[in-house]
């Protein structure tokens, strides 16, 4: 009796279809979640930079209140510094040293319990571009919008 060429007691060699498509399902879902965790990183450090700006606003305001001293805030080439507050007292750098103000770079915080409307815009040397809006309106506190260079 004639025998296959695959023989008729071995195993079968090779994968099924089904196999095939369910690694190719596996490859794309993982590359899926890679391409979506990378896609807008330097966008999402913008905004954590922003958030933080303006959180660290909101404190050396309630400080230069306390106080009764004005203090301002002054963007530098390497990082920003809050004039009138004791050293050490807020932070001086950006997370990301890519972070940048575009335009002037100095807000006064107080020691007036309202302020004039004040903003400063932030962006990246990763996606120039893109840009963020830390401002109050002198009476609501520090807030986050898109922006203009």
């Known amino acids: 009796m004639p025998t296959s060429a695959r023989g008729s007691n071995g195993p079968a060699r090779g994968f099924t279809l089904i196999e095939l498509l369910v690694v190719v399902a596996i490859i794309a879902i993982a590359s899926a979640g890679v391409a979506f965790v990378l896609r807008d990183s330097a966008g999402a450090s913008l905004e954590r930079e922003a958030l933080r700006l303006a959180a660290l606003l909101e404190s050396g305001r309630a400080q230069s209140r306390l106080s009764g001293q004005p203090v301002r805030w002054i963007a530098g080439t390497a990082g920003f510094q809050f004039d009138g507050v004791p050293p050490g007292t ?4 950006w997370l990301k040293p890519e972070t940048q103000v575009v335009g002037p770079g100095v807000l006064l ?6 302020i004039g409307p004040q903003a400063v815009v932030l962006t990246s040397v990763d996606q120039p571009e893109r840009s963020l809006r830390v ?12 922006g203009t260079p």
């Open 90 to 93: 807020l932070p001086d750098h």
């Open 109 to 114: 915080l107080g020691p007036e319990p309202i």
């Open 135 to 146: 401002a109050t309106d002198g009476l609501r506190p520090f807030s986050v919008s898109a």
